[in-house]
């Protein structure tokens, strides 16, 4: 069975602050992994992908698989990255599901 | 730039009664699917479906659920006989091919609330 844990329900930091938003998953294979975001009041929206390896407004992520983690970092955060951010796995083998952690809600204080 | 809609964004209903919820999927996306969440909990899978039949279904998706795509462009998910657990905020995805890799493009949500 796969699962994503994000440990920090609610993660609040300073404007010009490092964040890291935490992911764990466990899973038997070989994952694909992405965060998706939540502003408020709009839909959920696709934030970065591991295998695209990508930059996203700032926003990297780097799957560690001795670890089992996938966690989320951003040098300088910005008061416009606040919003829910959830962690989220699929598989060549379950298909396109999307199993999704609990989400972090970030707070970026001015 | 094209976007997943859903109607209605709200609905009230009665226990035991059944409810439909619709969905316009991107126009030229052939994967479909649900999620679901139960106030202050994950957001989790119920279908997917793919060439007018369901390719995956999670342990949630049991015989009072359904989908459909009546007419080429909306998607629904029915629940025939609502319980007060069906309470949820409902999720309507899409994307144009299948697999891992693809980007899931998520609908606004229904906020559906079983009294």
């Known amino acids: 069975a796969q699962r994503v844990t994000q440990p920090e329900k609610l993660l609040s930091v300073f404007k010009g602050a490092p964040v890291e938003l935490k992911c764990n998953y466990s899973y038997s294979g070989s994952p694909e992994l992405f965060w998706y975001v939540q502003y408020s009041r709009q839909r959920l929206q696709l934030l970065l992908r591991h295998i695209s390896r990508e930059s996203i407004k700032g926003f990297t992520a780097d799957l560690n698989k001795g670890e089992t983690s996938f966690h989320l970092k951003k040098p300088f955060a910005q008061e416009e990255d606040s919003a829910m951010y959830y962690c989220a796995l699929t598989s060549q083998t379950s298909g396109s599901r999307l199993t999704f952690g609990e989400g972090t809600q970030l707070t970026v204080n001015p | 730039e094209p976007e997943v809609t859903q109607t209605p964004s709200h609905q009230v209903t009665q226990m035991g009664q059944e409810v439909i919820l619709r969905c316009v999927p991107i126009s030229n996306h052939l994967y479909f699917y649900w999620y679901r969440q139960i106030l202050g909990q994950k957001v989790e899978f119920l279908v997917s479906?793919?060439?007018?039949?369901?390719?995956?279904k999670s342990e949630i998706f049991d015989d009072q659920f359904s989908v459909e795509r009546p007419d080429g462009s909306n998607f629904t998910l029915k629940i025939r006989s609502t319980k007060l657990e069906d309470s949820a905020m409902y999720f309507c995805a899409s994307t144009f091919s299948g697999g891992p890799y693809n980007e899931q493009f998520f609908g606004p949500g229904t906020r559906l609330t079983v009294l």
């Open positions: 479906f793919y060439n007018n039949e369901i390719s995956e």
